[in-house]
């Protein structure tokens, strides 16, 4: 059942595309604030490498540019069955975006 990606592309383990899907809020646009070590609110993103497909995050919305290194999970870990189902979720949209390009 692992083994089910390998046939895919091999960059499967190394992502470098973007979320599959628009965000529907904004990095900063969520409620209620978090606040990271700066007192800023924290920007909050979706992870889509291949151990935490579509899992949330805060992260400091200044840490490429002097900020501080505060990191915090939204979402509780993903199951494994969730895991493989956006995994292959997240190949099939890139497959078919490859495919019409
Ligand atoms: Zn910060």
Do not use: H
């Not at 083994?3 to 973007?18: D, H, K, M, Q, V």
């Not at 800023?40 to 949330?56: E, M, T, V």
């Amino acid at each position: 059942m692992a083994s089910s990606r390998s046939e895919g592309s091999s960059a499967s383990s190394r992502r470098t595309s973007p979320s599959p899907i628009p965000y529907r809020v904004g990095p900063l646009e969520y409620q209620p604030a978090v606040a990271c070590r700066c007192g800023s609110k924290a920007a909050r993103w979706i992870l889509w490498s291949p151990d935490n497909p579509g899992r949330r995050y805060f992260k400091c919305a200044d840490a490429r540019s002097g900020g501080c290194d505060f990191f915090a999970w939204v979402d509780g870990p993903t199951s494994s069955f969730l895991r493989e189902v956006l995994n292959d979720l997240w190949d099939e949209v890139w497959k078919l975006r490859r495919e019409k390009a």
